[in-house]
């Protein structure tokens, strides 16, 4: 079965969800950060749509005040995806609810995009670095992060 | 003492042939590299292709990769050392017995490659260890890395067991993890950072403004 333009797939979550607001922008379901938990539930439990695979969980850093969280869903059951959900934090805070108790597999991207980019995922039964150790300082994937110089003369 | 390669040749039209203590265990030395096995990003893939049955690294007598550090003595660096990694490349390199050999293969491990202006990978592994061959290329074909193997075996023969048994490498101090990077960034006793380097974005020497009154 092949999933509705993303223009009526916001038709549908809006009458299925009184209260929440989305917007399409692109491709993008952008949905506001208190409403991501419910519109996430939403894609996964309804048979329509049946998103219970999430491909991909990643960030985009838009300085000077923006930090965007993206999340790729499709369809192992039916077939059909991906359909792309947006997310626009502040970047001096982000903060968003996990997704990892509804996708189980939101876990380790989510670890991967904190240890990168510093959004921290409330509800995240692990929230540590994973690709950086621990005692790193900074989020190296953020624009205006400066790598050390490795050729600074080490004082004797 | 070297004997005279005329006379041997002569010698050995007669049947008779004569060598040295050296050159008779650097031949042996020379020609069983047994490399340590490990690789760590794409150059690993030419390594192993010529460790396979086209390039057959065999030929060169270094066909015994071997999983334990006690049981090699050559390290093939193949690939991106990064930060995180550089801890245990340096600690399997301490633990190799002597003597001990290194070739950086590929761009990534000589000077950190297409990664070289990023913040999680080290910019050459020779920051901390010793290393004997560099490979250039990304990656280096097999055709390279097996020329870099031969370079190795004359820089083999080209020293006596005596001499190469005294001086051992020992211990390297193996680096930690700081808050931006490694501590220490690189060991002083191998290696010294450039004091200009035109490659270095980050240490591209400014001109001087010109004095006042100087003509332009
Ligand atoms: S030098 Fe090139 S091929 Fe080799 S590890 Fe680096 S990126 Fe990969």
């Not at chain 1, 409330?122 to 950086?132: A, F, Q, S, V, Y």
């Not at chain 2, 995180?84 to 001990?100: E, I």
Request: negative net charge; proline residues 10%.
């Amino acid at each position: 079965m092949m999933l509705p333009p993303i223009e009526e797939l916001k038709t549908a979550l809006e009458q299925l969800l009184p209260g929440v607001s989305l917007s399409v922008d692109g491709h993008a379901l952008v949905v506001t950060p208190k409403d991501l938990e419910p519109v996430c539930q939403c894609l996964k439990e309804t048979e329509r749509f049946g998103l219970d695979y999430l491909a991909n969980l990643t960030a985009v850093d838009y300085p000077p005040d923006r930090m965007d969280v993206v999340y790729h869903l499709c369809s192992m059951a039916q077939k059909h995806g991906p359909v792309t959900v947006r997310v626009s934090l502040p970047r001096a805070n982000p903060v968003i609810a996990s997704v990892t108790p509804i996708w189980r597999g939101a876990e380790f991207q989510e670890r991967e995009v904190y240890d990168l980019y510093g959004v921290r995922f409330e509800g995240h039964p692990d929230l540590r670095r994973i690709l950086m150790w621990e005692g790193f300082v900074g989020h190296p994937m953020r624009k205006d992060y400066v790598p050390e110089d490795q050729n600074a003369p080490e004082a004797a | 003492m070297a004997v005279d390669e005329g006379l041997r040749s002569e010698l050995q039209k007669q049947g008779v042939y004569v060598t040295t203590w050296d050159q008779l265990v650097n031949w042996g030395r020379s020609n069983s590299i047994w490399p340590l096995q490990f690789g760590l990003a794409c150059c690993a893939i030419e390594m192993i292709s010529t460790a396979a049955s086209r390039y057959d690294i065999a030929r060169f007598g270094s066909e015994i990769f071997r999983a334990s550090p006690r049981q090699a003595d050559l390290m093939i660096v193949a690939g991106t050392v990064t930060k995180k990694m550089t801890p245990q490349v340096v600690r399997l390199y301490n633990q190799m017995a002597d003597p001990k050999y290194v070739i950086s293969m590929g761009a990534c491990a000589t000077s950190g490659g297409p990664f070289h202006t990023g913040y999680n990978v080290l910019k050459g592994i020779d920051r901390y260890i010793p290393v004997d061959v560099y490979i250039p290329g990304c990656p280096p074909t097999p055709q390279a890395l097996l020329e870099g193997l031969m370079k190795l075996q004359e820089r083999i023969k080209s020293r006596g067991f005596g001499a190469a048994m005294a001086d051992r490498q020992g211990e390297y101090p193996v680096p930690a993890f700081g808050e931006t990077g490694l501590k220490p960034k690189y060991n002083p006793e191998v290696w010294q950072p450039p004091t200009q380097h035109p490659f270095d974005y980050q240490r591209v020497p400014q001109p001087k403004p010109a004095a006042p009154g100087t003509p332009a």
